[in-house]
């Protein structure tokens, strides 16, 4: 199974790190696969250790990859490093292993602690729609703009149908970027605001 998650990392000197990052779970172990060059990697290769937050709030997925990354941390329990504040849970990691690979190498590692910061409330789908529209962001260099605007249309039905305040801001947030990087590639805009 992968879970959508924050992985929080700090750099060897404690320079804080957010990122959204598919973390497999095989048995014990949790796979972390970062695209090089990556901070993450750089970081938990420094410092041995990450945090990977359960957050419902996805404004966080679509900030760091809006460029809105100051969300509020605190200090791990156990590991060198930080989880965000609001996250429902959150689990330390230690690395066990690397298996390089020039593309996408693997870190393995296993749990050291978690601890539950608050309740999960249920299901949205706006959310999913953000994750997913999030993952589209994350791409927008390497898939067609055909397959972008088909999902970003049926992602929205579930948006638009479910949302609350923060799925919506999020949501806002990756519609600018899309229409900039539409704009900066030559494409007209036909949805979504400008970045200024
Ligand atoms: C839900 C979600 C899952 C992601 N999973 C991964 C992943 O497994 N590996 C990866 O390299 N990037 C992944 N990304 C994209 C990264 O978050 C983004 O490219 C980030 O900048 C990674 O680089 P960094 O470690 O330098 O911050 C994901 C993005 C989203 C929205």
Known sequence: MILETIVTTSSADGTPHLAPMGVHL????YLILPFRPSTTLSNILATGCAVT???DDVRVFAGCLT?????PLVRADCVKGVRLMH???????ELIRLDDDPVR????????H????????????GQLSVI????????LDLLPLEKIEQELAFLRIGLEKTAGPRELEAW?????????????????????????
């Open 87 to 93: 996250t429902l849970s959150h689990t330390e990691l």
């Open 105 to 112: 190498p693997r870190l393995v590692c296993r749990a050291v």
């Open 132 to 139: 997913e529209a999030s993952i589209l962001v994350s791409r």
């Open 67 to 71: 460029g809105r990354r100051d969300w």
């Open 172 to 196: 806002d947030w990756l519609m600018t970027r899309v229409a900039t990087w539409r704009r900066n590639a030559g494409w007209s805009v036909t949805s979504g605001a400008e970045e200024t």
């Open 26 to 29: 095989s048995g014990p172990e």
């Open 53 to 55: 937050n359960a957050t």
């Open 114 to 125: 978690e601890a539950v910061h608050g309740p999960f409330t249920g299901f949205n789908r």
